[in-house]
Every structure is written in C-alpha cells, then in structure tokens.
C-alpha cells in the first residue's frame, strides 16, 4: 500500500468505530488517537526506495500520524512502536487518558506486511505453515486493522461493549528471550488494579505467539497465578500474528 491508501484505511476504522458506539463519524477529529503499530512506516520506506527515491530527508517516520492530523485537524493523534505490544500500549494510554478528564478516545491497530519485517522472522526460523499455540514451534504473520471508540461515560446499550477495569504495563531484562517472571508479574499487578482475584477470571485472551520457547514462558507464568488454568484462547491461528496491531485486533 502507498502513504495515501494506507491513512484511507486508517480514517475509515477510526469513522466506523465511532458510529458503532453512536457518535457522530467526526468524532475523531477531536478526541485524542493512539496508534499503535510497530511497522506503518517500513513499507512506505520499502516503496520509495525500490521506486528509486533515495533521499532520506524525504523519508517520513510518522506520515500516518501527520496525514491524520492534516485530514482532521486533531493534533492529538500519538503513536507507539513496542513489537507486539504497541496496541496494547496504546489501548493503556487511551484509558489514562479517559481516567485524566477525556470524555472519548480512539486506538488504532494497525500493521502491514513488508520485506524488512518477513525477513527478520525468516532469518530466526520462527516461521512455520501451520500455527498450533502451545503445541507448536512457529508462527504465521498478519496484516490489519481494527479501531477501538472508548467512552469515560457508560453506553446506553451494552451490547458488544467492554468494559476496561485493570491494566500493567512491564518489561524483562531481555529483549529476545521471553521472561515468563517479568510476564507473571504484570499480569499479578493487572488483577491488583482491576481488584479481582485468580480464581473469578472465567477465561484468558493469551498473546500465544506459537514459539517454543515463548510459549512456555506464557504458560508457565499462568500456571504459577492460576494452578488449574481457565479456559485460554488464541486467536493467531485464525488472523496469524499481526505484531503491533494484536491486542487492537484481537480485542475487537
């Protein structure tokens, strides 16, 4: 996708998430817009250098962002670009941002393919031609988008709506192994927050990357919070894992 078509895409979630929750389309030329992505900008680098253009002072970092704010006039649009946490990231900083004074605000998910980013996973071996989370030792890539509206203020219906009580954010000591402590640590803070115990979650939405190693990780953490885990879904094996859009994607 070019620059143009891919902020067309971005505009058009951002005004159907807002006529599902029953505001008006342009809501979003006012109400804060977190992205999070954490490859938007690489295939628009890959486009103009095959394309012959060369000249990094014309390459743009953050042009979803800019073409946002120059079709809306909202200059408060914010990106994030943490590997497969950026939506995640996104959606936490939206709710502080409800929690601050803000009565809407918009996540966006999304990610595209690109040469840089298939090659830096084919060069590790994680890809694989089935996905199998928990079971398996490879994954699949994915590309889309999804829009989240979220409101301080309860909605009129209920229906299709969530509610976000609780949330952590944390890291490891290591950016390639996962750190299945630094994961059941976040998640122990998660529940804290939300004032809810182990034994009343009914089900758990996991990351399930389909790696070995990173597998083991997750599970071990929810083994050591739960002891007789609840039911955990993964939802790679159907959308494949879409990166920065995941927790945006697989929230809706």
Known sequence: LGRK?????????????AESAGWPSESWHDAPVFIGSSSYSISEYENRHFAGNRAVEE????????DLRR???????FSFA??????????????????????????????NLNRLTLLHFHSLGLLAEHYQPFGGNGLILGEGV???ALS?????????RLKLIGHAAN?????????????EQVMRRALDVAGIAPESIAAVKTHGIGTADSDAAELAALENIFGTLPPLMAFK????????????LETA
């Open 171 to 183: 890291t490891g000591n290591d950016l390639i192994q996962s750190d299945g402590q630094a994961q």
């Open 82 to 111: 943490t590997a497969c946490t950026s939506s995640a990231h996104a959606l936490i900083q939206a709710d502080n941002c409800l929690r601050g004074g803000a009565e809407r605000a918009f996540v966006l998910g999304i990610e």
């Open 152 to 160: 301080s203020a309860a909605p009129e219906s209920s229906s299709g």
């Open 59 to 66: 390459h743009n970092l953050l042009y979803l962002a800019e």
């Open 146 to 148: 999804a829009a989240l």
């Open 237 to 248: 094996p159907q959308i494949g894992h879409t990166l920065g859009a995941t927790a945006a």
């Open 71 to 77: 079709r809306s006039g909202n200059r408060q649009i």
């Open 5 to 17: 078509e891919f902020a067309d895409i971005a505009e058009q979630h951002l005004r159907q998430a």
